[in-house]
């Protein structure tokens, strides 16, 4: 009889599975175990990912958080880090205190303008709501805030002395600050946001170097300091991106060229002349847009309005010779002009042309001179006045439609034989700076058009202008 085996008894499928086979097994297990956890990993970075860019970001704006800006500040931008649903954005966009504006588009790039004036002296807040604000769907998480000011106007004018010339900025609630001295200022410019002056000096044998000043700080920039080249007027470009200006050059036998405006950046370079033929020109005037300059033609005495995309010319008349004054809407240029034909006594009217040829009007009448023409707006022309041979001498600045030349307000400056030195609006068009020169006295004025209200500046001086 066979013994029994005590040994315990294997199952059929662990007795014939062979040992290597087994562990293979369960290292494909493992692997497959890993794999899953690495396809979870990453879909969770996909998600993530996918996360951020449902997202969309304000990435700059214009002015920046807390920055004080000038009375003439005419928009606000704001850009978007991808595109966005500009209807959505539009919704929910506004400013406080609340003002009037409209919403443009510039690619990314959001332009609140405001609608008439200017924004008045104070604090300001723009706002944009958080929301679906992309146009995929993508969110603003949290709403954007740009808290800015707007500074209050003053004004810059030229002190004179015995010896020399200093120009002199004003503020409110500030003591007068000195700019810069020379032997003399021929003239100068304020650019539209008031960040900077550009100043012509002359130095002891008249010849002319330009110069740009920071009102803020007081620090002076030589831009143009040649020995051959001679400046004269200056003109800033509507944006404040370039200049126009006068210059001559001296020659070989001592004498200087003939004057032409020169296309110049605000490093000093001069880039090319305004005509391309290079024939004389003087007295520039850049309208608001900022697609024509009416000047003067020395040489043929001809008052031209050259379009500096086309080149196209527009010969408005014969002028007298001053800076000429733009609609705001840069329809219309007024000059002063020569009187047409023979009169019984002296006229010298003030012309209004329009681009397009429809509008030819002439201000003033016989025995009157008319000067400094400026816009009200776009349907008013403002003019200084003197009467020859008045009983009552003096000045006037005279308010008249350009529809049908009818006089529509007038203010006296000047009671008496003095000569305004210039005049300007500010820039809401509610005062005048203006200053009288009687003998060797000069006074700057303030006039409130709205109250008739005349303040005397002090100190005074010549050549008075606003500094937004």
Same mark, same amino acid.
């Given at each position: 009889?066979?013994?029994?085996?005590?040994?315990?008894?294997?199952?059929?499928?662990?007795?014939?599975? +062979?040992?290597?086979?087994?562990?293979?097994?369960?290292?494909?297990? /493992?692997?497959?175990?890993?794999?899953?956890?690495?396809?979870?990993?990453?879909?969770?970075?996909?998600?993530?990912?996918?996360?951020?860019?449902?997202?969309?970001?304000?990435?700059?704006?214009?002015?920046?958080?807390?920055?004080?800006?000038?009375?003439?500040?005419?928009?606000?931008?704001?850009?978007?880090?991808?595109?966005?649903?500009?209807?959505?954005?539009?919704?929910?966009?506004?400013?406080?205190?609340?003002?009037?504006?409209?919403?443009?588009?510039?690619?990314?790039?959001?332009?609140?303008?405001?609608?008439?004036?200017?924004?008045?002296?104070?604090?300001?807040?723009?706002?944009?709501?958080?929301?679906?604000?992309?146009?995929?769907?993508?969110?603003?998480?949290?709403?954007?805030?740009?808290?800015?000011?707007?500074?209050?106007?003053?004004?810059?004018?030229?002190?004179?002395?015995?010896?020399?010339?200093?120009?002199?900025?004003?503020?409110?609630?500030?003591?007068?600050?000195?700019?810069?001295?020379?032997?003399?200022?021929?003239?100068?410019?304020?650019? +539209?946001?008031?960040?900077?002056?550009?100043?012509?000096?002359?130095?002891?044998?008249?010849?002319?170097?330009?110069? /740009?000043?920071? +009102?803020?700080?007081?620090?002076?920039?030589?831009?143009?300091?040649?020995?051959?080249?001679?400046?004269?007027?200056?003109?800033?470009?509507?944006?404040?991106?370039?200049?126009?200006?006068?210059?001559?050059?001296?020659?070989?036998?001592?004498?200087?060229?003939?004057?032409?405006?020169?296309?110049?950046?605000?490093?000093?370079?001069?880039?090319?002349?305004?005509?391309?033929?290079?024939?004389?020109?003087?007295?520039?005037?850049?309208?608001?847009?900022?697609?024509?300059?009416?000047?003067?033609?020395?040489?043929?005495?001809?008052?031209?309005?050259?379009?500096?995309?086309?080149?196209?010319?527009?010969?408005?008349?014969?002028?007298?010779?001053?800076?000429?004054?733009?609609?705001?809407?840069?329809?219309?240029?007024?000059?002063?002009?020569?009187?047409?034909?023979?009169?019984?006594?002296?006229?010298?009217?003030?012309?209004?042309?329009?681009?397009?040829?429809?509008?030819?009007?002439?201000?003033?009448?016989?025995?009157?001179?008319?000067?400094?023409?400026?816009?009200?707006?776009?349907?008013?022309?403002?003019?200084?006045?003197?009467?020859?041979?008045?009983?009552? +001498?003096?000045?006037?600045?005279?308010?008249?439609?350009?529809?049908?030349?009818?006089?529509?307000?007038?203010?006296? /400056?000047?009671?008496?034989?003095?000569?305004?030195?210039?005049?300007?609006?500010?820039?809401?068009?509610?005062?005048?700076?203006?200053?009288?020169?009687?003998?060797?006295?000069?006074?700057?004025?303030?006039?409130? /058009?709205?109250?008739?209200?005349?303040?005397?500046?002090?100190?005074?001086?010549?050549?008075?202008?606003?500094?937004?």
């Amino acid at each position: 009889m066979a013994r029994r085996s005590s040994a315990p008894r294997q199952s059929n499928e662990l007795r014939h599975l +062979p040992i290597p086979t087994f562990i293979r097994s369960e290292r494909r297990a /493992l692997l497959a175990l890993a794999v899953v956890s690495w396809a979870a990993l990453v879909l969770l970075l996909i998600v993530a990912l996918l996360g951020d860019a449902r997202r969309i970001k304000v990435v700059h704006s214009s002015p920046s958080e807390g920055d004080e800006v000038a009375i003439t500040q005419r928009e606000l931008t704001v850009t978007f880090d991808r595109e966005p649903d500009r209807d959505a954005v539009a919704r929910t966009v506004s400013l406080s205190p609340p003002i009037g504006g409209e919403v443009r588009w510039r690619g990314r790039t959001m332009a609140y303008s405001f609608k008439g004036a200017p924004l008045p002296p104070g604090d300001y807040r723009l706002s944009i709501s958080a929301g679906a604000l992309g146009r995929g769907g993508e969110k603003l998480d949290r709403p954007f805030s740009l808290s800015f000011s707007v500074r209050e106007e003053g004004w810059v004018l030229v002190r004179t002395s015995l010896t020399q010339q200093t120009l002199v900025a004003f503020r409110k609630g500030a003591p007068p600050k000195p700019l810069l001295t020379a032997p003399s200022i021929s003239h100068f410019a304020v650019a +539209p946001d008031g960040s900077r002056i550009a100043v012509v000096t002359l130095d002891e044998q008249r010849r002319g170097s330009l110069q /740009l000043v920071d +009102p803020a700080t007081g620090t002076v920039t030589p831009l143009v300091d040649d020995p051959s080249v001679y400046v004269g007027g200056v003109e800033w470009s509507p944006d404040g991106g370039a200049l126009l200006v006068v210059k001559r050059d001296a020659l070989l036998d001592g004498t200087v060229g003939a004057p032409r405006l020169w296309l110049t950046r605000i490093s000093g370079e001069f880039i090319g002349l305004l005509d391309p033929d290079g024939k004389p020109s003087l007295l520039p005037g850049w309208s608001p847009d900022a697609q024509s300059v009416a000047y003067v033609s020395p040489t043929d005495a001809r008052q031209l309005v050259r379009n500096l995309s086309t080149q196209q010319v527009f010969e408005a008349g014969t002028p007298r010779g001053s800076p000429p004054g733009w609609s705001p809407d840069s329809r219309l240029v007024a000059f002063e002009s020569v009187p047409p034909g023979q009169a019984t006594l002296l006229l010298q009217p003030v012309r209004v042309r329009s681009l397009d040829g429809t509008i030819d009007r002439s201000f003033g009448r016989e025995g009157e001179s008319r000067t400094a023409p400026r816009f009200l707006d776009n349907s008013t022309l403002v003019t200084l006045r003197q009467v020859v041979g008045a009983s009552r +001498p003096g000045t006037d600045l005279v308010f008249e439609s350009l529809a049908d030349g009818s006089t529509l307000r007038t203010i006296q /400056l000047t009671d008496g034989p003095g000569f305004i030195d210039d005049w300007q609006f500010d820039a809401v068009r509610h005062s005048v700076l203006y200053s009288v020169r009687d003998a060797n006295a000069l006074t700057t004025f303030r006039l409130n /058009l709205q109250t008739g209200e005349r303040r005397p500046v002090t100190p005074s001086g010549g050549a008075p202008a606003w500094l937004p």
